[in-house]
């Protein structure tokens, strides 16, 4: 049987242990922290504008697993809020588990607290990964899903130092880029001004740290939008976050909380002082990351460079997923291109053809797309949304995005 290794176990890694396993292989999934999901441990936005077309895409094709773990552990769905619409809201603590026993039940074997740390090459292949203490990995085929995300002396470097997000480099070590150890090349995503990286756009806070008002109104609505005081507007930080679907004027003259089951504020950071002159955050406390009155995490710092398939240019049996395969924010284009590179690792490894996303797909369509001056992109919003609804490509009929995949002649090639 062939054996495929993927190194990261964030959504892409965890989408891609599903596509590669149905494929008919032996699938080891190797992460470095003691929980998978990675940065999705504090998202929980889905469905959100186009991401609502590009999930029920994959489950067209037949990696529509993940969608129905996140839709059932929803604590808010078919919301609208500034510049968003129809989101659903997944509960961050439940859903960690309810995706870890999916993939156990489906025969991927984890390997949690493993960090890899080099790689064995053999020509133009790679032979095994390693860690520091000696653990070596082989495989026929190997996905690199490690995110871009820190380490902590890019934080530094780059941010206003570790901010102590749900990572954890200084407890599990430091991100390692498979692609480039493997001899691929990485690159940076920069911010408008060309600093390199940008910072992560959300925080988390204590709920119990909330007025009793201001958590009954959240509970009850799934977000809640404060204004405020004019003094406290600062539109200079929409330009460092990453998430440029919110980089909207309304998300700089409020504070915007959204109910994930813990309380996600829609801003990559706030000193804690001024946010607590603010009516109903008096007693707040930052939960995600701990140093969440000063900085965030620094993302995009190794992207691989990739072929259509998802294969690491020059390395040719790695391929790569997630915010690893390009300058994709989020979630639903982590679990996107994490579900094909899982595939075609599958596929090289029993001598197919691999398959390359056509454009008439939102998620062909995404992966094709280059935005001027090399900044991200995401469904949810900003220039490749509107390049969505430009091209036809949005749209919230189940249906017509069925019978989408269907005229490509991809209806559930997931599956086999
Ligand atoms: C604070 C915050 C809020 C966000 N909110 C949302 C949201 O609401 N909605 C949304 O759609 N997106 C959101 N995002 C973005 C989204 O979480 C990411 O784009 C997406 O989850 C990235 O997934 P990934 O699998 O590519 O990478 P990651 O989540 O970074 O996963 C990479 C994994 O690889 C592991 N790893 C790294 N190196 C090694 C190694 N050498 N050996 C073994 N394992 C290794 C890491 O520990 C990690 O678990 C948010 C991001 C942040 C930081």
New binding site residues.
Partial sequence: MAKIVI?????????AALTAKKTGADVQL????D??????N?????R?NG?FTAAEENIAMGAGELFEITDQCAAHRNVDFPGHRHAS?YHVIKTEPAVRRLLTERGISLRMM????DVIREEDRVKA?T?ADEKTFEGDAFVD?????GPMGNCMEYGNGCSM???RCPA???????SEKAGGCDYMGKRADGTPGAF?????LEKESLSEELRQRLERDGVAVVPLPEEMINEGKLSKK??RQYALPQYAANVIL?D?GAV?MMTPFFPLEQLRQVQGFENARFA??YAGGKG??I?YMAVAEREPSMRVKGVANLFC?????GL???????IS??AIAGHNAGRYTRGGHPLILPDTLAIGALLAYEKAGGGMI?F?GDEFFQYMQTQGLYTTDREKIAARVEAAGLSRVYDC
């Fill in positions: 190194i990261g176990g964030g959504w892409a890694g965890c989408s190797i992460e470095r922290t929980l998978l999901l990675g940065l999705g504090v998202g929980g936005i889905m959100n991401r809201f493993t960090r890899i740390t990964v860690t899903c490690t995110g871009t995300t997000c749900i990572l599990f070590g430091p991100r390692v880029s498979i992560s756009g959300s925080c988390k990453v998430c959204i994930t996600k995600d990351p965030n995490s993302r997923g997630g915010e690893k395969s994709f924010i989020g979630h639903t284009e982590a291109t994490g995401t949810a």
